[in-house]
């Protein structure tokens, strides 16, 4: 099925706002917690961004969610951003390189899978084989490079990962406000629990953020948050899911080569092969079901 010329420029937009701009948050979060208190820098990214998203749908005449939407795009905004994103940030504060940070998160789509079974969504062989492989690529750079000496930093983002693909998953199968309102209150909330969790451990400004730490913020609220986060709700309404979660592997990719070639970040071998397995798996794991579909006793 051709799509109209008018359609391609969007979906090209919203490829790259995905692939490009996701992709290279990673090493902006690392510029940023360089200047800013890691907690407090995702607390004001996402509440600033949340704020403007709200503001704008408010004054286009978006009506305020019921009760039980807007209940669950809070906790999808606590699993995803404030715990996911947030423990990722607390992660390259402790020194976890950008490009090592992206590929753990790109394991999101495999633990996604797994709890899958919890709400009762089959799970087919190719599927379980992309997780095994990505298991593989897991243990393999967790056991040697950057995070074999930061336990923690590893810790931090295989929670992330978890609580984002739990999230997700959670998230798909709940009423939510529509269209960009779900995201506005998922930002919002985000916003109030890190800053909160901000001034309960003690975080301070004890110098005023630079030039790079105030481009750092202002580019995770634009461009990472505002933008990025309308494309992807752009793609799912308008493509097959398969692209519009191709992101998964783009993105480490992405990152690793902008914290190499920008922030003379370096990975072993054993890192890059990881990386190189970890992104075949969430291949297999996104394709699978495309390239080997199911087989069908009964015709419509």
Known sequence: MSRHPSAILPLIASLFALYIIWGSTYFVIRLGVESWPPMLMAGLRFLIAGLLLFIFLRWRGHPLPPARPLLNAVLVGILLLAIGNGLVTLAEHQDVPSGIAAVMVATVPLFAMCFSRLFGI????????????????????????HLSGNPWGAIMILIAALSWAFGSVWGSRVMLPKGAMAAAIEMLSAGVILLAASALSGERITTLPGLQGVFALGYLIIFGSIIAINAY???????????????????????????????????????WLALGIIIFAVVVVTLGKYLFP???????
Not at 294 to 300: L, P, V, Y
Request: charged share 10%; net charge neutral.
């Open 122 to 145: 089959a799970t087919r062989w190719i599927e379980w084989l992309g997780i095994c492989v990505g298991l593989i690529g897991i243990i393999l750079l967790n056991s040697g490079g």
């Open 233 to 271: 709700m752009y793609l799912i309404r308008n493509v097959t899911p398969a692209i519009a979660t191709s992101y998964a592997y783009v993105n480490p990719v992405v990152a690793v080569l902008l914290g190499t070639s920008l922030g003379n970040e370096t990975l072993s071998s054993l890192e």
């Open 294 to 300: 199911a087989k069908s006793s009964t015709m419509n």
